[in-house]
């Protein structure tokens, strides 16, 4: 079956401007959970959707926002962009349910967003 | 609290040889372990995950080895090949509620595993 499909793969923006990421999940998924790559940080979690509500949310200033749709596709928005925005976005899907075994997160290949 | 700290940054193995990086954690409400794989431009993979009532978990060549009085766990790949090379991060999973798990991951470890 498909994998987690994140677009664009890549992008450039300019500081001051505004930006939508996607991601669309594995069918059956109903978990996203987005994250924010950085050599310096490595990976930290940005929020978790599932069922269109918000789960769950990291330590991510208010400009960092998203949502899920009812067919569970996400989305990640980052307004006012700053320089340190710069970075590589993965989006994460699972099934979500609390099972007694692994929740096991599939990764997209992530968006890379340059901010100039 | 929830930090998970990962060593080496980086890691130059032989072919053939164990390839072995560590991590240690604080939080003793994590409740599972995995470890991925992120080959440049690709996300990251599940390679192999524990459980913390679990002291060793094998797949292949890659052992998990699991110390839960001492906070550590640690990635042991046998028979290194080059085609293992890339970065492996450690992850703790933690329940935040409302249904909701959440990853810490570790900084990650570069992997070159040469001819």
């Known amino acids: 079956k498909a994998g987690v499909t994140q677009t664009p793969r890549y992008l450039i923006k300019t500081r001051g401007q505004q930006v939508t990421l996607s991601c669309s999940p594995i069918?059956?998924?109903?978990?996203v959970s987005w994250y924010q790559q950085t050599p310096g940080q490595g990976l930290q979690f940005l929020f978790e959707y599932f069922s269109e509500t918000q789960r769950n949310k990291g330590n991510f200033p208010g400009r960092f926002s998203g949502r899920q749709f009812s067919n569970s596709r996400s989305e990640m928005n980052v307004s006012t962009l700053e320089l340190g925005d710069s970075a590589l976005y993965l989006c994460a899907s699972s099934l979500g349910a609390r099972l007694t075994g692994s929740t096991e997160a599939f990764f997209g290949q992530g968006t890379r967003l340059t901010v100039v | 609290q929830q930090q998970v700290k990962q060593s080496p940054q980086s890691l130059i193995v032989q072919k053939g040889g164990i390839s072995i990086i560590n991590c240690a954690y604080e939080n003793t409400a994590f409740d599972y372990f995995p470890w991925y794989q992120q080959f440049p431009g690709k996300g990251p993979a599940l390679l192999i995950a524990i459980r913390p009532d679990v002291s060793e978990k094998k797949e292949g060549r890659f052992t998990i080895s699991f110390n839960k009085s001492a906070k550590q766990f640690s990635l042991h790949i046998m028979d290194s090949q080059p085609g293992d090379s890339a970065t492996y991060f450690c992850?703790?999973?933690?329940?935040?509620?409302?249904?909701?798990?959440?990853?810490?991951f570790g900084k990650g470890t570069k992997l070159s595993v040469i001819p």
């Open positions: 992850a703790a999973r933690s329940y935040s509620g409302a249904g909701s798990y959440q990853l810490t």
């Open positions: 069918s059956g998924h109903r978990s």
